[in-house]
Every structure is written in C-alpha cells, then in structure tokens.
C-alpha cells in the first residue's frame, strides 16, 4: 500500500534533515486539526482524514531513515501489551 521506492527516493532527492523536519510539520498539522475539532467543535472529518494520511506517510519515510521497521513492529505487542493490563489488568 505505501510505495517503498518512491518514498525512498523521496529521502535521497530531499535529504533525511528536509524529511525529518516534515515528520514534524506533518504532526503539527494533524495537531493543529484535532485541536480545532476538539475546542471549536469544528467537523474537520476531511482535513483530519488528510492530515492523518501525511502523518502516516511521514512516520514511514522516519522508519526508513533510521532503519527501524522490524524494531518499532517488534516493540508494538509490548506496547499493546501494557495498554492491555491497563485496562484489564
Ligand atoms: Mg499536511
């Protein structure tokens, strides 16, 4: 579904620092939208649709950067794990 080579490509044509800084703007705009959702009851469905998908984008690119798709696959069922006991116990 994501297209690895062309976001490969995407980090040598603008550089890992460029991609790095956009994980961040990305973040912000999704932040941005959620917020406005939640303070201002604004129904923003479509812009937080939009801004989700180039966060998720964004976090792909990230893991290819520092190489760490198997690490952060490998640490999510411990990550589930611990929502599990704190819910369940
Ligand atoms: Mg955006």
């Known amino acids: 579904m994501m297209d690895r ?3 490969k490509k995407a980090i040598q044509v ?4 460029a991609q790095l800084l956009m994980v961040l703007e990305e ?3 999704l932040q941005k939208e959620i917020l406005k959702h939640i303070n201002r ?3 923003n469905l479509a812009e937080i649709i939009d801004e989700t998908a ?3 984008i964004m976090l792909t690119q990230l893991k290819y950067i520092f190489d760490i798709e198997k ?4 640490r999510i069922p411990q990550k589930l ?5 704190r819910l369940e116990g």
Request: charged share 45%.
């Open 54 to 56: 180039d966060v998720e």
């Open 41 to 43: 009851g604004k129904d």
């Open 27 to 29: 973040m912000s705009e």
């Open 71 to 74: 690490s952060v696959e490998d």
């Open 14 to 17: 603008w550089g890992k620092n």
């Open 5 to 7: 080579n062309l976001l």
């Open 81 to 85: 794990e611990k929502i599990r006991v």
